[in-house]
Structures are given as structure tokens and as C-alpha cells.
């Protein structure tokens, strides 16, 4: 059985969970929440687990593995049907493009540290932080608009593969945050499909164990 290290509101566990399911893998998971008690990623026996203090983490056969793509891409290969990534290499690269755009151009300037610090060390109001959150989001999520295709259900295609994974959590975040998603109309539509696949919903952060 696998564990997850996660937190319901946490981008990339969200998408470790989406991927998860969509395999069919059962896994145990084990709240890690980000606030509470100072946060207790910083705690010592998590830190054993992943020294970055972030989840998720993944413990496999008593190995902790870490990175959101890096897990999902562990599962796909392990775990091969259905497919997170296209057969060909072009199309591999094209949906690794779209998932590294947002997990590693988008979230990582909007993640919960990133914020933390902007509010503390640097005295941020909430108003200075929310509009910080969407000039990022927005700028991010029109960039991978354009990135996709005019075809397809999904991200890549009629299968949700890694990209949706990734693309899903972020869209919860930008509609918690109130970004506007008007002029993002392929986006919108992956999402509204996405959500209607048991594998999204049941990872979504209002059907964690974890969710307050």
C-alpha cells in the first residue's frame, strides 16, 4: 500500500491524488497540514521524509519519493495503463511543456511560502497578495491557453493525461483567488470535463479527509 504525505488545498498534491486515481491505485493518506502547529512540514520526522518540507511525498516500499511530476511520472511508468503520456516523444514533450508551465512556471510564485513571505517579511496586505496571486495566475493561465489545442477533450487529446492533472488544481486555485477565467475558454472547457470523471472529483480538496 502507498502513502501519501498531502494536504487538501495543496496544488500539488492535488495533482498526485488526480493521478492516483486515475491509474485505480489505492493509497493510505496521511494529513500533513501546512499551517497548523507552525506547520508541520517543518517538523523533524517529515523533513526524514522530504528535506524541501513540502508535499506531497509518496512512500513506496519504504522509499519517500518527492516532486509532484516526478511521483506522477513514477506511477505512469510503474503503473502504465491507462497512459498519463502520449506514445510518441513529440507528443510526450508537448504535454510535458503544458504540465512543467504550470507546476513549475505558475505555482511556484504562488505557492503557500511565496505568499507567507510576501505578507510577513515583506508587509503585504491581503489586497497586495490576492492581486500578486492573479496578475500570476492570469499571466500563466493564457500562456497555456494558447498552448492548447483547438481539438481534443482533454489537454492532449480524448484521454486526461498529466497536463490535466496539473491544469485542474490550478483552476480550483484561480477560482478560489476570483482570477478572471473569461478569455480562457478551452481551459474552462477541460475543467468543466474533468470534473465531471469520478478520478477529479474524489481527489478534489472539499472530498479530502483533511478538508476544513
Partial sequence: MMRLYTYFRSSAAYRVRIALNLKGLAYDSVPVHLVKDGGQQKKPE?????PQGLVPALQVDGQALTQSLAIIEYVDETHPSPPLLPADPLGRAR????AQAIACDI???NNLRVLQYLGGRLGLDQAAK???YRHWV??????VEAMLAAEGA???????????CCLIPQVFNARRFNCDLSALPKIVAIAE??????AFAQAAPANQPDFE
Fill in 46 to 50: 517529515y523533513l526524514a521524509l522530504n
Fill in 130 to 132: 490576492d492581486e500578486w
Fill in 193 to 198: 470535463r474533468c470534473e465531471t470523471l469520478a
Fill in 138 to 143: 492570469q499571466t500563466g493561465l493564457q500562456a
Fill in 107 to 109: 505555482h511556484p510564485v
Fill in 154 to 164: 482533454f489537454c492532449h487529446g480524448d484521454s486526461p493525461g498529466l497536463a490535466d
Fill in 95 to 98: 504535454v510535458r511543456a503544458i
